[in-house]
């Protein structure tokens, strides 16, 4: 065959498949967007590192995720209580200095304007970037604590980190609690340590009463944030999981989405706006 006559067939064959991804991906948008206006302001996000990663910051366990390169045990508690300043180095290079720098994407966007159309109850998250209110959302429940906080690892202190970041560089020491004198941490969970009982509890609340549940970025593996989905199953919630890798969830999720959360979010919000315009007009 002439290799013009192959070109135009191999072209021929490109254009239909990207047509069929296209319609297909019309096709769970508008799935989701269904779901998320029938349930009337009953839908909860649940999200994780993956809602992140768009905005630059690494997740954990993903190709290139911050564990190919250092071990979770430098975010353990017993390691922090044993060398506390080489704990802190670690944070501040690690998190606190690409998380401080990053803004949010489209997926968080996306969530706050659906928050804003009155259509999402609450964001339940495992992070700790602050991405999701910097994007606009105003109810979330963070799970594993706040990147720019810190806490007495003895009182009940809890102040911003700014001060103590230079102190640490500056001083080459581990801050200490201005109240009891105790050695001060990040207020992000540590492995090792207990979640905040009231988010724990606000999280549980919300995930038995929604009606749809939309998990985004998390591959549902660190317990006990991935009993939450699994509450709002039992408790007859719709579930949805938009994760580029396999979760442990899938086979009880309605859809799972295979794609980038800042890709296919967006495209949920301009079905919900067309579908929320032809009502009114
Ligand atoms: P994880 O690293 O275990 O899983 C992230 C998941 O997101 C992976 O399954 C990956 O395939 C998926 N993913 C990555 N990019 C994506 C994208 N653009 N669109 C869709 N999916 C994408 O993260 P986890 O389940 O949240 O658990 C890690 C723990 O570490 C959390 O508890 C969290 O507190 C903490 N963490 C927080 C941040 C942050 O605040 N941004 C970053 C890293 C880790
Ligand atoms: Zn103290």
Redesign the pocket.
Known sequence: MHYQVLIVIFLLKTVKIIVVKRDTELDEAKKIADSILEARGKTVFFT???????SG??????PQ??WTRISPEIFSLDVFLQDPYDSWIQYIENIYKP?SKAFPNS?HRSIAELEAMGLVEAVIT????K?HQKAGSRRVIEL?GS?DEVQCTKCNFKGKIDEHVQYVLESNAAPRCRICGSLLKPAVVYFGEPLPERELNEAFVLASSCKVMIV???????FP?ALIPRAAISSGAELFI????P?PLDNQAILVIR????NFLPEVVEVIKEEVSSERG
Do not use: C, M, W
């Not at 994780?48 to 768009?54: I, L, M, Y």
């Not at 985004?216 to 660190?222: A, H, I, K, Q």
């Not at 794609?259 to 800042?262: D, L, Q, S, V």
């Open positions: 994780g590192a993956g809602v992140s990663t768009e910051i690494p997740d954990f366990r993903g995720g911050l998380v997926a495992q992070n700790i970037d991405l594993h990147y985004v970025g998390t591959s549902l593996t660190v944030a938009i994760n580029e890798t979760t794609e980038k959360a800042g």
